[in-house]
Every structure is written in C-alpha cells, then in structure tokens.
C-alpha cells in the first residue's frame, strides 16, 4: 500500500503589540478602487469589525440609502455606524469577498478600525499571544 502525507500550509501574519492594543493592517477593495489601512485592533471583544470612516473616504465609501444603521456598546458607550458592503477586505493573506463591514466615526482612539469576530471566526483564526502571530490554514 501506498502512504500519502497531507500537509497544510500554515499562513501567518506578524502583529504589533502598542499601548496594549494588538495591532495590524487590511487592505480593502471598494468598487475596483484599493487602500491599506494600518493600526487596526484585532479585537476578540468587538462582535463587529468597523474601520473609520475617514480612512475610506478616498474610496468612496460613505452612507447612502440603503446602507444598514448600526448601534454598538462600547467603553465610549453606544455608538452609531452603518454597515456597507465592500468586494473585499484582506487581512494579510486571508480575502474575505463581497463582505459588510461597519463603517463610522473613531476620531480620538489614535485606530483606523477594529477586527472583530465577525473575520476571525470566519476565517478560523488563531492569536498566538506568546509570538504575537495571527494564523490561519
């Protein structure tokens, strides 16, 4: 008999550990137009991921009818965002296609957004808090 061996190859993605925040960068794909956007949390406590909207002004992302509103708790207390869908986030190697992402105001937290559950279990993440390493297979 013959013995096959299966390997996976597993992706990961370096993140950086500042004023207690585990940080990182997506690229995001709107309407044909792409931008890369750093110091994003990658936040276990955030159901929702949302990046703000004045990173993505250059893509044309803004509310329009039609666009979900969006209420979330948070330590500032309840904020208001909508919800837009994008042809793509990636985070590193990982692309999420044809995904809704919150949008709104994050002036005055010195972050571009938030990573929230919504992608890391989507994409079977796993935060090696030891080598400061996001993986996926």
């Known amino acids: 008999t013959k013995t096959t061996i299966c ?3 597993i992706q990961l993605m370096k993140l950086r550990y500042e004023n ?3 940080l990182t960068s997506v690229k995001v794909v709107f309407q044909g137009k792409t931008k890369t956007i750093g ?3 990658v ?3 955030a159901a929702h991921s949302i990046l ?3 990173g993505v002004d250059s893509l044309g992302i803004y509310f329009e009818p039609g666009d979900k509103l969006v209420s979330s708790m948070g330590i500032g ?3 208001y965002c909508f919800s837009k869908k994008i042809d793509a986030i990636y985070l590193d190697h990982k692309v999420f296609s044809d995904v809704f992402i919150d949008f709104g ?3 005055g937290f010195d972050i571009n957004g938030l990573i929230g559950l919504d992608l890391l279990k989507t994409g079977e993440f796993i935060i090696d808090l030891k080598k ?3 993986r996926s297979g």
């Open 7 to 9: 390997t996976k190859r």
């Open 20 to 22: 207690g925040l585990l």
């Open 39 to 41: 110091n994003v949390v």
């Open 43 to 45: 936040d276990t406590g």
């Open 52 to 54: 703000d909207i004045d």
């Open 77 to 79: 207390g309840e904020e």
């Open 105 to 107: 105001n994050l002036s």
């Open 132 to 134: 400061l390493e996001l």
